[in-house]
């Protein structure tokens, strides 16, 4: 029977799993090397190039920069130069992609 099953391949629920998962996988795909501002639990804000993440929802980012939770509202700190950060995914509580880093690459795809 298990033979009969791989013969006719997929079921429509495994096929929509797959369909929402490679929609989710591209959409990351169409993520990477852009400039994310991730917000971390502790205040802290790193930003960066988008380089990859996992399972456990932890995230590279490349070229990156800390900056700390300012006391002052006034007050901008000097950013911190990270380099390659790895952040942990419990840690992270919002990301945000810059506009200018979509718009680069909307632009680029209508030129090309």
């Given amino acids: 029977m ?3 099953i791989e013969e006719n391949g997929p079921s429509t629920h495994e096929q929509s799993e797959v369909s929402s998962s490679s929609k989710a996988r591209q959409k990351l795909e169409g993520l990477l090397n852009k400039n994310m ?3 971390m639990t502790d205040g802290r804000t ?4 988008f380089l990859c993440t996992d399972r456990d ?6 070229s990156a920069q800390e900056f700390l939770k300012s006391t002052d509202t ?3 700190g000097e950013p911190r130069v990270l380099g390659l950060a790895m952040i942990p995914g419990h840690h992270v509580v919002s990301i945000e992609v ?3 880093s979509l718009e680069d690459a909307q632009g680029f795809g209508a030129n090309h």
């Fill in 37 to 39: 501002r991730i917000r």
């Fill in 98 to 100: 810059e506009a200018d």
């Fill in 2 to 4: 298990a033979t009969m």
């Fill in 57 to 62: 929802c932890n995230v590279i980012l490349g």
């Fill in 46 to 49: 790193l930003v960066g190039l």
């Fill in 74 to 76: 006034f007050s901008q």
